[in-house]
């Protein structure tokens, strides 16, 4: 399974931006697809997941209310769009993928390179 996320950029503080993540190659046994962020200096944290199918989501606290992740099945791509951003949001975004059949696990065996998002103040 590959991986390749896109999007990111710079945005103001209150203000959207969205990524994206493809997933080819032996997708058909994939059943949960996720994202995470990792801060300048901070380890690498949970954002939101979703499974496969798009009916089952799950996301951290943190982002819970300003983000949303979908699915377009027939694109195998994901995406996490992000609102109300604040500066706290600075992060490089991976995207990542697993068989496991549950969201609640933080493991994920492929992933993605990451895409850096950066709000500014």
């Known amino acids: 399974v590959q991986l390749q996320a896109s999007g990111g950029g710079l945005v103001q503080a209150g203000g959207s931006l969205s990524v994206s993540c493809a997933a080819s190659g032996r997708t058909f046994t994939l059943y949960r697809m996720g994202w995470f962020r990792q801060a300048p200096g901070k380890e690498r944290e949970f954002v939101a997941a979703?499974?496969?199918?798009?009916?089952?989501?799950n996301y951290a606290d943190s982002v819970k209310g300003r983000f949303t992740i979908s699915k377009d099945n027939a694109k195998n791509t994901v995406y996490l769009q992000m609102r109300r951003l604040k500066p706290e949001d600075t992060a490089v975004y991976f995207c990542?993928?697993?068989?496991?059949?549950?969201?609640?696990?933080?493991?994920?065996?492929?992933w993605g390179q990451g895409t850096k998002v950066t709000v500014s103040s």
């Open positions: 979703i499974s496969w199918s798009g009916g089952i989501t």
């Open positions: 990542a993928a697993d068989t496991a059949r549950t969201l609640l696990s933080l493991e994920y065996d492929y």
